[in-house]
């Protein structure tokens, strides 16, 4: 037979037909499945391999299989600000109304956006977000939660979403598959107003008799499952979640996942809720650590980060994924419910050696846990110093991935990826840190600088937390001082003076 093509061509032509017949095997270790287990105010001091008195087994095994930190860091202080980042590569600073979103916000990523799901999509991955998400969802308010609603993850670069769309704490109390709201009856439709209850339906403040958990402060409005949340809801009383099922449920979602995708790379943004407010275990977990509902739900997450290692484990997937386990923000004890979470710590201290806590300029703010584990590829029980931000994980996946991003998008993202696996002990030289009210701090070495400001120096509602906010310009040494205890800024004017102008040449990037 008389070929068309030159003799070059034949041999790419080869090539094609045995890829095509003879497909490469999609899992190696250039294109390692990523699972991010994004917690919720979970403290640097929550879990036993940080130090706390709750037993969290599977969650320490991470660290003992793998790679801690201690001195990583959320950018903010709070959930929206802090997954924006995580997410785009920015500092959400940057960027108005990123502060605390209600339930009913329109979407604050945008298609268009380079995005870390969006980077590893373009690398091949088949990438899911599943639980909290929190970043607003739609284009325009009011949000009509009886249709499709979009933008949202699936146009920013996740191929699948299973949803809390904002927080256990906010309504709609329903879950979002990709586009729409689960189970929901169309005889029943949903509508959601922030402004004024709907339909005279009960609320935590009028009918507190149908309460199984009484708020303590806000959260006193619209009652699902004989919880009181932030926000009115009307309908939609067949698509409600029961908040004793979310852990059991975001894991199966994740189970199901991770066994479509087990011979294709994936990434796997979880999001759990634990441990924010409502804090309400399944029955499994009542009461199994004394320590009250914060207690049981920290077991509850621990629970669920043992069922992804226990799928992995099953499909053989454990060397070829590496596993990151963060969290959003710092703890808090009372957020609004009445849980017994301050009178019945005990020997736990969610807050480690830090001072603040979630909303707070102070380290307990921001700091968290970071455990890494990628088996036989990090060194087993392995420890790292260096200065993480998970602003940084955008350009770190993508330089795993070899992705190239563009220099003018994701500016605050730098790659780390050879420290986030241990392979040198240098992380940032520097890092911002945003506490409510847009306050920012700056850390470089062994330096922190707290901008002035004159924000009162509690939380203002009743959480009991410092904010660390002063209107005096304050330093602190972090090595010497974890506690910020003893600010510096008057004995050290240069210092403050060089921190100050190094703040304000990133905020003008
Ligand atoms: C606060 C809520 C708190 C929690 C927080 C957001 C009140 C009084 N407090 O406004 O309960 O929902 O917002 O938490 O409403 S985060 O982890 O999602 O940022
Ligand atoms: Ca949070």
Not at 273 to 279: G, K, Q, T
Not at 445 to 457: E, L, R
Request: hydrophobic share 35%.
């Amino acid at each position: 037979m008389k070929l068309f093509f030159k003799p070059g061509t034949q041999l790419l032509l080869l090539c094609c037909l045995i890829f095509t017949v003879f497909p490469v095997k999609a899992q190696s270790h250039n294109n390692p499945n990523i699972i991010l287990i994004y917690t919720d105010d979970l403290g640097y001091g929550d879990i036993s391999i940080y130090g706390g008195d709750i037993p969290t087994p599977h969650i320490d095994e991470l660290g003992e299989n793998g790679l801690k930190f201690s001195n990583a860091y959320a950018t903010a202080a709070t959930c929206t600000p802090s997954r924006y980042s995580m997410l785009t590569g920015e500092y959400a600073w940057r960027k108005k109304g990123t502060g605390v979103a209600p339930g009913d916000a329109t979407s604050l990523i945008l298609p268009g956006r380079t995005t870390l799901p969006g980077v590893l999509q373009q690398a091949g991955y088949k990438t899911a977000v599943i639980g909290k998400w929190h970043l607003g969802l739609g284009k325009e308010a009011p949000i009509n939660w009886n249709e499709e609603i979009k933008p949202g993850p699936l146009e920013i670069g996740f191929d699948y979403a299973y949803l809390l769309p904002a927080t256990g704490d906010r309504v709609p109390t329903v879950f979002l598959e990709n586009h729409r709201v689960v189970n929901l009856d169309p005889e029943d439709p949903i509508t959601v107003s922030y402004r004024k209850n709907l339909n005279n339906n009960p609320t935590g403040n009028n009918n507190p008799e149908q309460l199984k958990m009484m708020y303590s402060h806000g959260h006193d409005q619209s009652i699902t499952n004989g919880i009181s949340r932030i926000g009115y809801m009307n309908g939609g009383e067949k698509a409600r979640w029961k908040d004793e099922d979310i852990a059991d449920v975001l894991v199966n979602k994740s189970e199901a996942f991770i066994e479509e995708n087990k011979e294709h790379p994936f990434f796997l943004y979880l999001a759990t809720h634990d441990i924010h407010v409502p804090r309400v275990p399944h029955k499994r977990f009542a009461g199994v650590t004394g320590k009250g509902p914060r207690g049981d739900v920290i077991v509850q997450l621990d629970y669920t980060v043992g069922a992804i290692q226990k799928k992995l484990r099953e499909l053989n997937l454990e060397e070829n994924t590496i596993i990151i386990f963060t969290s959003d923000n710092g703890p808090v004890l009372d957020d609004g419910y009445v849980d017994g979470a301050a009178e019945r710590l005990g020997e736990h201290n969610p807050f480690g050696n830090f001072r603040g806590g979630k909303y707070s300029a102070f380290e307990a703010g921001t700091r968290v846990p970071l455990l890494v584990q990628w088996k036989g590829r990090i060194t087993a029980g392995s420890e790292s110093t260096a200065l993480m931000s998970q602003v940084d994980f955008l350009r770190s996946f993508a330089a795993l991935t070899n992705q190239k991003v563009p220099k003018n998008k994701a500016i605050d993202s730098q790659d780390h990826w050879q420290a986030l696996i241990g392979k040198t002990a240098q992380g940032r030289k520097s890092l911002v840190q945003e506490a409510i009210r847009n306050v920012l701090s700056y850390v470089e070495g062994d330096y922190k600088y707290i901008a002035p400001n004159p924000g009162p120096a509690m939380v203002p509602w009743d959480v009991n937390i410092e904010t660390g906010f002063s209107d005096k310009p304050q330093l602190y040494n972090l090595k010497n001082d974890p506690g910020e205890t003893n600010n510096l800024a008057s004995e050290m004017p240069k210092k403050v003076e060089e921190m100050k102008t190094a703040l304000t040449q990133i905020e003008n990037q």
